[in-house]
């Protein structure tokens, strides 16, 4: 099956720099790739999404970058305040699973203001 | 949009007690999925239903995890009997079809096994 693996497991900057988290996959036939960011106590909020068709997408200052050929995908954040403080998932998925998500272990990021 | 529901919201049961998850979600939407959140990991996915079929089940425990889905709404995960390894966050998650990848999660329920 499918195997995430997400880094950073802590991120630490300070407010207004950038934060990047990576992850790989191993399934070449996953072809959707979203983000959600979880505060403490509450739901999974998804944040951004890629399809294996498209190489970049950003939305206000996240922004999601796909390497096919490399197995592996990043979350951009820019401009970063305390509020994007928060653990941030990535996960994989492909319509041949059912469209199941093999999430990574988790990014937590705080941001220092 | 009303979200997804799930209760409750936190459960505190003695090790061997059978304890029962409830899920309703987004109105119409077909596909349902209940994940186990272990303290600091990622979701693992359970149980995912079609309306009122399985569609994978592959990691769900058997031997002490039931879930069903009876008229393709509401949705039930027990668990029978506990064991204290069962502590986690279980988040239902729905999404409008088996096709649709985008997935929306419940608040979770919290579950403490003593």
């Known amino acids: 099956g499918e195997n995430v693996e997400q880094h950073p497991s802590t991120l630490s900057v300070q407010e207004g720099d950038s934060a990047v988290i990576k992850c790989t996959y191993s399934?070449?036939?996953?072809?959707?790739f979203p983000w959600y960011k979880q505060e403490l106590g509450k739901r999974p909020q998804l944040i951004i999404d890629?399809?294996?068709?498209?190489g970049e997408k950003k939305d206000q200052r996240i922004a999601v970058t796909l390497n096919k050929t490399a197995k592996h995908f990043s979350l951009h954040i820019t401009e970063t305040q305390p509020e994007d403080s928060a653990v941030y998932f990535c996960?994989?998925?492909?319509?041949?699973?059912?469209?199941?998500?093999?999430f990574g272990t988790g990014t937590s990021l705080t941001v220092i203001p | 949009e009303a979200g997804v529901a799930q209760s409750p919201r936190y459960k505190i049961i003695e090790k061997r007690q059978s304890v029962a998850f409830w899920c309703n979600p987004i109105?119409?939407?077909?596909?349902l999925y209940w994940y186990q959140q272990i303290l600091g990991q990622g979701p693992k996915l359970l149980i995912q239903?079609?309306?009122?079929?399985?569609?994978?089940d592959s990691q769900l425990p058997k031997d002490r995890f039931s879930a069903e889905r009876l008229k393709g709404v509401d949705s039930t995960l027990k668990i029978q009997p506990a064991k204290l390894e069962d502590s986690a966050v279980y988040l239902c998650?729905?999404?409008?079809?088996?096709?649709?990848?985008?997935?929306?999660f419940g608040p979770g329920t919290r579950l403490l096994v003593l």
């Open positions: 890629i399809r294996s068709n498209v």
């Open positions: 998650a729905s999404s409008t079809r088996l096709a649709e990848e985008t997935q929306y």
């Open positions: 109105s119409g939407h077909a596909t």
């Open positions: 399934d070449s036939a996953s072809n959707y």
């Open positions: 996960a994989a998925s492909s319509a041949g699973t059912g469209n199941q998500f093999y």
């Open positions: 239903f079609q309306n009122n079929g399985v569609v994978d």
